[in-house]
């Protein structure tokens, strides 16, 4: 738990350093810890390929997590605006020079590294939309003027998203915009209004946008037995891992779906299935309730902010990093239709926990200067 300092003296580095949020940087690493337990037993009990660069990369971010956190939140304030105009123009970039893996361009190559720019313009866009509702009032939130500008900063990024074609990460930043929208006090019918015209656009969606195998993902997912040696392939054999786990599990090393190679993308989408086949629902619920710790230690933080940028950007990263466990939690399981979401800290890949590391910098960033005083600009 952090301790609390004057709030009219600035604090040295080393209080700083006490002042870390070390509960949820425990949580953090016993999370990540668990991924890497699970990418051990994906590739039967060894650390190549997959554990031991998760373990590297892991390290280095939490150093850079750690790094992120001590930086004042008035320099992230300050930059807020520049970091979404970059993330905007990586996206760009992809569109043209994009690297291009399992019908997607969605990737950048670094060389060393491949970024996938969608990832971090979430965490961008809401940094953008935190300060923009930082001088926000109940008054300035009635007026549809000044709702065009956020409304801009999400629907743009959103609509280069879906060019990828990027369909499961453009719907987490609507509902990432829509909740800081929220939060900020905008009025109710605005919300019905957004719901009524995407139900609209549902049939012109599914009729002029989405590839085959987007519309053949919604339609095992009503009916995964229809073809299950096909599109249900996925779905039928995450079904039979999880049962297969029962109470307490296979054991360490021993379920026969993920070591058979009957569950696909073990180590990556369907990573919650190999760990709940081996542990059961006893190792499956620990996990949950692990992410679960983790939303209840932001909220604290959250409303602990004595500046509104810290709330908003808190509680947007906060719901960002629970969508992500919602919708590959329910991916697994057939509660919802299959996209290719990870699930955070555990799934194996380098952008996606990056992402996620710099959000928790930030939240903790929040949290050790929640006292700042924020200029009104």
């Not at 879906?162 to 609507?174: D, W």
């Not at 990556?268 to 939303?295: H, K, M, R, S, Y």
């Not at 902010?305 to 808190?314: E, S, T």
């Not at 996209?339 to 955070?344: E, K, S």
Request: hydrophobic share 55%; charged share 10%.
């Amino acid at each position: 738990m952090a301790l609390s300092f004057d709030i009219h003296t600035e604090q040295t580095l080393a209080q700083k350093i006490i002042n870390l949020n070390w509960g949820l940087m425990a949580l953090i690493f016993l999370i990540a810890a668990i991924g890497f337990v699970a990418l051990y037993s994906a590739a039967a009990g060894h650390f190549e390929p997959w554990a031991s660069k998760q373990i590297v990369r892991f390290a280095i971010f939490f150093v850079m997590m750690a790094g992120i956190a001590l930086i004042d939140i008035r320099f992230w304030y300050k930059i807020s605006y520049p970091l979404f105009g970059i993330g905007f123009i990586l996206l760009v970039i992809v569109e043209f020079m994009g690297q291009i893996g399992m019908g997607a361009q969605r990737w950048i190559n670094l060389g060393f590294i491949q970024i996938q720019p969608s990832e971090l313009m979430k965490i961008a866009t809401l940094m953008a939309l935190a300060r923009y509702f930082h001088t926000s009032t109940l008054e300035d939130m009635r007026r549809l003027s000044y709702l065009l500008v956020p409304a801009l900063m999400v629907l743009l990024p959103v609509g280069l998203v879906l060019l990828q074609p990027n369909l499961g990460t453009a719907m987490i930043m609507m509902v990432n915009g829509a909740t800081m929208l929220f939060i900020a006090g905008a009025p109710v019918w605005l919300y019905l209004l957004g719901l009524a015209s995407l139900t609209a656009l549902v049939p012109l969606v599914w009729h002029f946008y989405m590839h085959d195998y987007q519309k053949q993902r919604v339609l095992t997912f009503l009916n995964p037995e229809s073809d299950p040696l096909g599109s249900g392939y996925h779905i039928t054999q995450s079904k039979i891992a999880l049962g297969s786990g029962g109470i307490d599990g296979r054991g360490f090393l021993q379920g026969t779906q993920s070591k058979l190679n009957f569950l696909p993308e073990k180590q990556t989408d369907f990573i919650f299935t190999l760990w709940a086949e081996e542990w059961g629902l006893l190792g499956g619920v620990f996990l949950l309730l692990l992410f679960g710790l983790v939303f209840l230690y932001c909220g604290w933080i959250a409303f602990r902010c004595r500046h509104a940028y810290g709330r908003f950007l808190v509680f947007g990263l906060m719901v960002n990093f629970s969508l992500y466990m919602f919708i590959n939690v329910a991916m697994v399981m057939g509660l919802i239709p299959v996209v290719g979401i990870p699930l955070p800290l555990v799934s194996y890949g380098g952008t996606a926990m990056m992402a996620c590391m710099i959000g928790f910098g930030l939240i903790m960033s929040a949290s050790i200067h929640r006292d700042s005083k924020l200029a009104k600009f």
